[in-house]
């Protein structure tokens, strides 16, 4: 016979939630192996010792967790969507009677608790995936990604300079049409500081920037639909964001300007876990971070037990101050340099012994002073001839151009190591390291982006972006680590963490050139 089902509310007598759950259900299993019970003590001095109770931490931080698994960045529609789910009301340890908290408590929390509370969440997550082996440690790929901020182009406001902001755009900015009939769009309040208004640019920089506006300004009186946001030129330097004063304009290619956050993010090339992660400003260079980077990294690495060996990253970390600083640290860069490297002028030799250059007719150029590139603020050499010995020569008019009376040119102070560098990259272990590299960190950033709520920031703030980063980064490692299926044969690969541990011991002792003695695990 044909069945009917006939839907007819009624009171539960008896409901036990955990029963409707499957054994193999990913919350329920993330449930099991995820105790969240430090952040009681962890998050007790930011609470008062009266009034109303506030949600539980290890509540607000599974709910958050929730949000960034099922790729949701709204707090209302996270709420909207725990309600319908019995699997994640079982995980957040809510019956399917109670009330969840209100929306707007998600976003006070999150506001409460400094970046501190979610690092030390993300260095936990961390340590579970260093203990059932899913780490190897000496080897991290890092790569950036800019992350769209909370705000919009359209409420842009000029920065104030020190004479009259009218005087200031009638010297500077050159008004379309289209600006002068409708003016632009204006933000409910503006969060910046006296700094952040300022103009940072210098007078050769704002005239350039006038002449290119004048351009601007007769191709928008020309071009349909001038009105969006890629048709009109603006600056970090000239422009600031009232919504956010912390995102930056940044732009890639073929793509339009946006107000964007920088994410900056190490993975370890063993099982794609991410080792960290953090927010920096989008008008940055990936160059300038990589010291930051490399040292909170190394930190985070060695108190796992863990010896940081490789650093590889792709060509915009090169700078000749990162190579020696990773050196310094011990470390072996894989980071090709810019094209623009040459070492010299072409035709050149350098002379190591006595530092020095011999041009291409045998004349020695010698070495005259250090000093500071003042456009790129780089550490450099100058080599200069003197006038006697460039008089004469036959291809004078070529070497030195019209006026020049002298040879002279810079060269980084870090030529030794960019060479050594190069040889590095260019070696069959940098062909290894750049695959590595490209199968590694990037899949990760597109997943982080497009499937882990990273695609945009929610929230207001650098220090609000940065715990919106490591809460993704901490829903990304959870993932992993219920994927990974452990394998323990007889070599020992379940026990990688104290291997290391013990290496890391003897090249602290002995260094890392002397022999080590042959233990029952390998390294």
Same mark, same amino acid.
């Given at each position: ?7 007819? =509310? ?54 958050? !967790? ?32 109670? =009330? ?23 260095? /936990? ?6 203990? *059932? ?9 890092? #790569? ?11 409420? !842009? ?46 007078? /050769? ?12 300004? /007769? ?50 090339? $063993? ?13 940055? *260079? ?59 002028? #072409? ?88 695959? *590595?590299?490209?199968?590694?960190? =990037? ?21 609000? $972006? ?18 990974? #299926? ?16 013990? /290496? ?20």
């Amino acid at each position: 016979m044909q069945g009917k089902k006939e839907y007819q =509310e009624k009171l539960f007598a008896q409901f036990q939630l955990s029963e409707r759950i499957p054994k193999n259900n990913f919350y329920r299993r993330l449930k099991c192996v995820l105790d969240l019970e430090f952040l009681y003590m962890l998050t007790r001095p930011y609470y008062g010792e009266s009034g109303q109770k506030s949600i539980d931490p290890v509540v607000f931080f599974k709910l958050c !967790l929730v949000g960034y698994l099922e790729n949701i960045i709204s707090d209302r529609k996270l709420i909207d969507h725990c309600s319908m789910r019995l699997d994640i009301l079982y995980f957040i340890g809510y019956d399917i009677d109670e =009330e969840l908290p209100w929306h707007s408590t998600i976003s006070r929390t999150r506001q409460l608790y400094p970046e501190s509370v979610f690092e030390e969440v993300f260095t /936990k997550v961390f340590c579970m995936c260093v203990e *059932k082996g899913m780490v190897s440690g000496h080897t991290q790929a890092i #790569d950036s990604a800019p992350v769209k901020a909370n705000a919009s182009m359209d409420t !842009l406001e000029p920065k104030v300079p020190e004479d009259e902001l009218d005087e200031h755009l009638r010297k500077v900015r050159t008004l379309s049409s289209m600006d002068k009939e409708a003016p632009h769009r204006k933000s409910k309040g503006d969060r910046s500081d006296k700094g952040q208004r300022s103009v940072t640019a210098n007078n /050769k920089e704002l005239d350039a920037i006038k002449g290119r506006n004048k351009k601007w300004a /007769k191709d928008q009186d020309q071009r349909p639909g001038a009105g969006n946001k890629g048709a009109k030129y603006t600056s970090n330097k000239t422009h600031y964001s009232p919504t956010d004063p912390d995102a930056r304009i940044s732009v890639k290619p073929g793509k339009a300007r946006k107000l964007n956050y920088l994410s900056q993010l190490s993975v370890d090339t $063993a099982h794609h876990v991410i080792t960290d992660i953090r927010a920096y400003h989008a008008d940055g *260079k990936d160059n300038q971070q990589l010291q930051d980077i490399v040292q909170r990294l190394q930190r985070r690495l060695w108190q796992q037990g863990f010896v940081f060996e490789n650093c590889v990253a792709d060509t915009g970390y090169s700078s000749g101050e990162n190579y020696a600083f990773l050196e310094s640290r011990g470390l072996k860069s894989f980071i090709p340099a810019h094209g623009t490297f040459k070492g010299g002028p #072409d035709g050149f030799v350098y002379e190591q012994g006595t530092d020095s250059y011999r041009c291409p007719q045998g004349k020695t150029i010698p070495f005259t002073k250090e000093f500071r590139d003042h456009r790129t603020g780089t550490r450099k050499k100058e080599y200069r001839a003197r006038k006697h010995i460039c008089t004469g020569c036959p291809i004078r008019s070529s070497c030195l151009g019209k006026s020049a009376q002298e040879k002279k040119f810079g060269v980084t102070y870090y030529r030794a190591e960019y060479f050594r560098n190069i040889a590095r990259v260019k070696s069959p272990q940098g062909r290894y390291m750049k695959g *590595k590299r490209q199968s590694t960190v =990037e899949p990760v950033f597109g997943t982080l982006t497009q499937f882990m709520g990273l695609r945009k920031i929610n929230t207001i703030g650098i220090e609000q $972006a940065n715990k919106v980063m490591h809460l993704s980064a901490i829903a990304y490692n959870l993932k992993k680590y219920l994927k990974f #299926d452990q394998k323990l044969v007889e070599s020992g690969v379940g026990t990688p963490a104290f291997a290391t541990l013990v /290496k890391s011991a003897f090249e602290l002792l002995f260094g890392p050139s002397l022999k080590r003695p042959k233990l029952a695990f390998p390294f």
